[in-house]
């Protein structure tokens, strides 16, 4: 029997391969040779993909979810269609928060992206020396520190007898030495600091990676026409790092609006509520009040308070592209 | 596309519908056999979940376990900050036998609590002194006071004013001042001394002031009018003349430079160590720390409660049991409660609440004391407590009657008053308006 199929199969494939030339079967083997790869990279994408939409797509639909209802995160909810998102126009603290956090970008974002465009120009300037090494990596050090740690140590340098202080008192600014986190004028701002110190470090890097890009020729070009080191940084230095300071501006206004461990170390929002920002109230709201849904209704909303800020500064970046 | 994705991606299921719905019922009643409950003699595994940082509970755990061999304890310790987060959570998917509890009310009308009626009857707790346990009695509502018993205190903690022998001998006090007038004068001698008379902690999230306010509120009021409002019977209100009169002392001590300046930006913590440092004359806090003061500093720390406005009249202070509940759905209830009852009842165990402790025991009124060393703080925090008992000046603090109350009313409010940025009467009403949007919805 095998010997008498083995002929006959042999005879089938001579049979379809007069056929293989013929653009239809062409296409066809294509095709499935397309099909086989789109296997195997969904096989590869599969991992990954999952990850992402268990831990993060399913999170975040269950958040907007659970703002519907009215959950103590234990027994059962009740619908409440959109009572919570009604109550986060009617409460002053909430609306308070969110002014906080906007009064936070200044430090988080202005003065990281500024401090760093003129740092990092800085260091192009000896760029080849190991001076250069050794100041990057100072300045970026700030960055892979916990920010846990960052918020303690801050505290404790604010203090009443902290660093700061003893610092002010020793140049004969007494009147100045206060505890910065303990008063309702500079407790904001002070936490501001703390945010500025620790991505300052990120922003320099990004921006000195982009200045390495520009062509020397250009710098060349422009000192031939008797540019000072101004205009070279105006015309030429800023211009071309357009993208990496979207970039910047971008992570930074994330990290201000929602800004959450360096507040709840150095000030839980206090004194007076006058340092509370959207995360810290949502931690409240949820572990504390047991209003998982009024929380889960204010995360909702800060999410969409980033991407109408974030998303402008994406739209911006594309046009320079074009 | 987005919504039917989302409904798709969340199984379309309210949130908290568990399938088992059955093993919560809220006001299940453990049976309990013949005679009054114990931990038999087979091995048993107490499931414990205690708060980090108060070494009495384990030492009660270790004595248990020598007393009674067959039983150990699995315990496992947090901060109370993560304890009362996770309360809700801990004692419905992983009960434990014993557990530290923050605010009750709700854990025990969600039904996550067992009811203890049946034990406090087997094993004669209510024929304590009743204000032992008020204030772990839950009614429907979720208002405390009255109502089924849910929790249990391992010993009942005060507070009150303590302090630093050596610099108050500096000021000239040589006794704990008698009326308020007289300790207004030791405030102002010590400022003139150029010390610091008060750093209490009222930084971040705890509002420290809420100590001296609360007793000041004693002291020109009645304490169960305030104990009706923390247990928000109907038309209770903090707003009160006399109430105002105690914000308006506490506001006079501000204005007058009292307290340190950055009392603002102090924690607890920092408090304590200001103190036993020697850079705060006074401080307004519990008997908790009588222990560790009296190690820190052996005989330099005296204790007195906030003097009454004329001499005799009335004074308070904060008094609240150190609440350990038992799960709903705990695996060993009938242990748990002996091991509780033990704690009120046995010798050893109660010279732990006091010697580890510093507070006064739970129990009889004329059960055993052991021997304390009248030169310490904890023998003057114990005589102090048997004075608010004669006097029932007794009452919850102000910061438990919501769930809340405290992050969003008093402290930002007491912050505000310490830096000028409120008035007392302001302080009232805003505290006044968040209770009643928080019992209210």
């Known amino acids: 029997m095998a010997q008498r199929l083995t002929p006959q199969t042999s005879g089938r494939r001579e049979g379809t391969s007069p056929v293989l030339g013929s653009p239809e079967s062409r296409r ?4 499935a040779r397309r099909l086989r790869r789109g296997g195997m990279a969904l096989t590869l994408v599969a991992p990954a993909a999952l990850t992402y939409f268990l831990f993060v797509v399913r999170p975040i639909a269950q958040t907007v979810q659970y703002s519907f209802y009215d959950w103590d995160g234990v027994t059962p909810s009740t619908w409440v269609g959109l009572a919570n998102y009604v109550a986060l126009f009617h409460d002053p603290e909430l609306s308070g928060s969110i002014v906080n956090a906007f009064e936070l970008i200044i430090f988080f974002s202005f003065v990281p992206v500024i401090l760093g465009l003129f740092t990092a120009n800085t260091i192009r300037g000896f760029a080849t020396s190991r001076l250069a090494v050794v100041a990057r990596t100072v300045l970026f ?7 846990v740690a960052a918020g303690i140590m801050w505290s404790w340098q604010m203090s009443t007898n902290g660093l700061v202080n ?6 004969g600014l007494d009147g100045i030495a206060r505890a910065w986190l303990g008063d309702f004028d500079t407790a904001l701002p002070a936490v501001g600091v703390i945010g500025a110190w620790v991505l300052f470090g990120l922003c320099m890097l990004l921006l000195l990676a982009g200045m390495t890009k520009i ?10 026409d008797g540019a000072g080191p101004l205009r070279e940084f105006v015309s030429i230095t800023l211009p071309s790092l357009r993208q990496e300071v979207v970039v910047c501006v971008t992570v930074t206004v994330i990290a201000a609006l929602a800004s959450f461990d360096i507040v709840y170390i150095s000030t839980q929002g206090g004194p007076g509520n006058s340092t509370l920002v959207p995360g810290l109230e949502i931690y409240y709201l949820a572990f504390f009040q047991r209003e998982v849904g009024q929380a889960s209704a204010l995360a909702v909303a800060l999410m969409a308070l980033v991407l109408a800020v974030v998303l402008p500064l994406q739209w911006l970046n594309r046009e320079g592209d074009s | 596309m987005l919504v039917g994705a989302l409904a798709v991606l969340t199984a379309c299921s309210s949130p908290g519908s568990t399938p088992d719905e059955t093993s919560s019922n809220p006001t299940t009643e453990p049976t309990v056999a013949e005679g009054a409950p114990s931990c038999g003699t087979d091995p048993v595994t107490l499931k414990a979940y205690f708060e980090t940082g108060f070494p009495m509970a384990g030492d009660l755990t270790e004595e248990f376990t ?10 496992r310790e947090d901060q109370f900050a993560v304890l009362t987060q996770n309360a809700p959570r801990v004692l419905a998917d992983d009960p434990p036998d014993l557990m530290r509890l923050p605010q009750m009310s709700e854990l025990a009308t969600d039904g996550l609590l067992l009811n203890l009626d049946s034990y406090a009857e087997a094993f004669g707790w209510d024929q304590w002194p009743a204000s032992q346990l008020e204030q772990m009695r839950v009614d429907d509502a979720g208002r405390r006071g009255d109502g089924p018993l849910y929790a249990m205190g391992l010993n009942f903690s005060m507070t009150g004013v303590f302090y630093n022998k050596e610099l108050a001998a500096q000021i000239g006090m040589t006794e704990a001042p008698a009326t308020l007038a007289e300790l207004d004068g ?16 009222n930084g971040g999230a705890t509002g420290g002031f809420a100590f001296p306010l609360q007793a000041l509120m004693a002291s020109y009021g009645d304490p169960a009018e305030i104990s009706a409002w923390i247990y928000q019977q109907p038309g209770a209100t903090i707003d009160t003349p006399s109430n105002l009169k105690a914000a308006e002392h506490l506001q006079s001590w501000v204005t007058s430079g009292y307290f340190a300046e950055d009392v603002n930006s102090l924690d607890y913590a920092m408090m304590m160590s200001r103190f036993i440092g020697g850079e705060s004359v006074f401080i307004f806090d519990g008997d908790w720390e009588s222990g560790n003061l009296d190690t820190q500093m052996p005989g330099n720390v005296g204790f007195f ?28 209830p009938d242990c748990a409660a002996f091991f509780l009852d033990w704690v009120a009842t ?21 059960a055993f004391m052991p021997d304390v060393d009248p030169n310490t703080v904890t023998a003057q925090t114990l005589v102090a407590g048997a004075a608010i008992g004669e006097q029932n000046g007794a009452m919850d603090f102000i910061a438990n009657a919501t769930g809340s109350i405290y992050a969003k009313g008093w402290t930002p409010n007491l912050q505000k008053l310490m830096a000028g940025e409120q008035d007392p009467a302001g302080l009232l009403a805003a505290v006044q308006a968040e209770y009643e949007t928080e019992i209210g919805g």
Not at chain 1, 215 to 224: C, K, N, S
Not at chain 2, 66 to 75: A, E, G, H, I, R
Not at chain 2, 186 to 197: F, N, S
């Open chain 1, 28 to 31: 066809r083997a294509l095709r």
């Open chain 1, 141 to 147: 050090l700030p960055q892979i520190i916990p920010l």
């Open chain 1, 166 to 171: 003893q610092v002010f008192r020793l140049i």
């Open chain 1, 215 to 224: 062509d020397p020729g250009l710098y060349e070009a422009a000192r031939i």
């Open chain 2, 66 to 75: 020598k007393q009674f061999p067959n039983v150990t304890f699995d315990t």
């Open chain 2, 186 to 201: 030791y405030l102002q001698a010590a400022k003139d001394a150029g010390l610091t008379p008060v750093a209490q902690f």
């Open chain 2, 305 to 332: 409660l906030m003097p009454p406005v004329d001499e005799g009249g009335s004074f308070g202070a904060m008094s609240a049991p150190l609440t350990y509940g038992i799960s709903a759905n705990a695996a060993n």
């Open chain 2, 346 to 366: 046995n010798e050893q165990a109660r010279t732990i609440a006091v010697q580890i402790g510093g507070s006064h025991p739970m129990g009889p009124a004329d």
